[in-house]
């Protein structure tokens, strides 16, 4: 297979069938037709179901357009890397962001940095922290701002602050005692609601009773809107902890060292842009 085929391929999936896409090459039908079966000869698997008005994918086709999607990401982002070279600060970067650090803060000195560069832009790719660090592990980004815990070794870090982490809930869920705050172990019996990185962090935290997870999920977003809807009690980082819903309480967690850090990272041991460089140095100079 080639990156011509990954082309035609996504371009079928984004256009919804194979005459669409083939006035957006600007190529004619049957060519195209034939490229994709001889790509489906070499895979192996039937990528699409052909219909009369649109295609619909298999599972394996499914997959081969997100692996082949990120392959033309990352292809695109090298060329536009070398002909950077030697010209300054000009290009896009490519920059994971989970949700909760895209918060005014972070976005105001991002948004600041393009003020001193007016030629670089930023492309953002969202998601969790893990996916994040496989878009960073696989070059289809070159910088991602994430949070701790996450393993480090791999990864060269610039701390850009660390927060308390919160409890959030109706003031029915919490023990009666939790006027000023809570400890951990004093939730083990309410209905928690965490998101998935900090189940290994917090389970050091409850000594004698297991703690009662009504819901672990994958961003603390998420732990905030089941909070918000009366489930239970989620554990959030300060900065989005905040909330005006009626009845909602809002307690810091007693537990000292129980924080979390924002983190620029990049990958260690590997090359760098000249816009990466100056990123870091930017953020490390505040």
């Keep these: 297979m080639n990156l011509k085929q990954m082309e035609y391929f996504t371009t079928i999936v984004n256009s919804g069938s194979i005459s669409a896409a083939a006035k957006a090459l600007h190529i004619s039908q049957p060519p195209l037709s034939m490229q994709m079966k001889l790509l489906e000869e070499e895979l192996g698997i039937t990528l699409f179901e052909r219909g009369s008005r649109s295609i619909l994918l298999t599972e394996g086709g499914k997959l081969f357009f997100e692996r082949a999607s990120d392959i033309l990401e990352m292809t695109g982002g090298l060329k536009q890397e070398m002909e950077q070279l030697g010209k300054g600060l000009k290009g896009s970067l490519r920059l994971g962001m989970i949700s909760s650090v895209e918060t005014e803060a972070v976005i105001g000195h991002t948004a600041a940095f393009r003020k001193l560069h007016p030629e670089v832009n930023f492309l953002i790719y969202e998601g969790n922290t893990y996916q994040l660090l496989d878009k960073l592990d696989t070059g289809i ?53 965490i998101y998935r990185r900090w189940e290994n962090v917090l389970k050091h935290s409850f000594s004698h009773n297991p703690p009662d997870y009504l819901c672990i999920n994958d961003d603390a977003r998420t732990s905030l809107a089941w909070a918000k809807a009366g ?17 909602i309480s809002v307690k810091p967690i007693l537990d000292p060292g129980l924080e979390s850090r924002i983190t620029l990272i990049c990958r260690r041991h590997s090359s760098s842009s000249s816009i990466v460089r100056e990123f870091f140095s930017f953020w490390n100079a505040l």
Excluded: H, K, N
């Design 231 to 247: 489930a239970g009690i989620a554990i959030v980082p300060a900065s989005i902890a905040g909330c005006s819903s009626q009845g």
């Design 141 to 193: 980004i070159e910088a991602a701002i994430v949070r701790t815990p996450f393993p480090e070794g791999s990864y060269e870090c610039l701390s850009l602050g660390s927060e308390p982490m919160m409890a959030v809930g109706r003031e029915e869920f919490f023990p009666s005692s939790s006027v000023d705050g809570v400890s951990l172990e004093s939730l083990s019996s309410c209905p928690l609601i």
